[in-house]
Nanobody, 124 residues
Framework: QLQLVESGGGLVQPGGSLRLSCAVSGFTLDYYTIGWFRQAPGKEREGVSCISSSGGSTNYADSLKGRFTISRDNAKNTVYLQMNSLKPEDTAVYYC?????????????????WGQGTQVTVSS
């Protein structure tokens, strides 16, 4: 059964860092493009970042460029999201999702498989 499990969320002070992990099972990560999305309270879910199946292409939401970095380790079947210089407005539930598309997409409907999410709270 195809499964994605996020971890690494928690409470962090503004300016701090977190690294989220998305561990996949039931399929070979090599053939899937992975996206990270987030949903803040009272807001719609939005795309954060994406890494193509080859790892050769990455995308970021414009507001996050320079602070977030996505990477993948296919040998460990895991995708990471390194988040630095966190701000209170980064507070949200973060989800990873998988698609068999070869290239990145910021559209939720492109992704067939989703994790349950991990809470990130940025607060002093």
């Amino acid at each position: 059964q195809l499964q994605l499990v996020e971890s690494g969320g928690g409470l962090v002070q503004p300016g701090g860092s977190l690294r989220l992990s998305c561990a996949v099972s039931g399929f070979t990560l090599d053939y899937y493009t992975i996206g990270w999305f987030r949903q803040a309270p009272g807001k719609e879910r939005e795309g954060v970042s994406c890494i193509s199946s080859s790892g050769g292409s990455t995308n970021y939401a414009d507001s996050l460029k320079g602070r977030f970095t996505i990477s993948r380790d296919n040998a460990k079947n895991t995708v990471y999201l390194q988040m630095n210089s966190l701000k209170p407005e980064d507070t949200a539930v973060y989800y990873c999702a998988a698609t068999s598309r070869y290239y990145c997409s910021a559209l939720e409907r492109s992704y067939a498989y989703w994790g349950q999410g991990t809470q990130v709270t940025v607060s002093s």
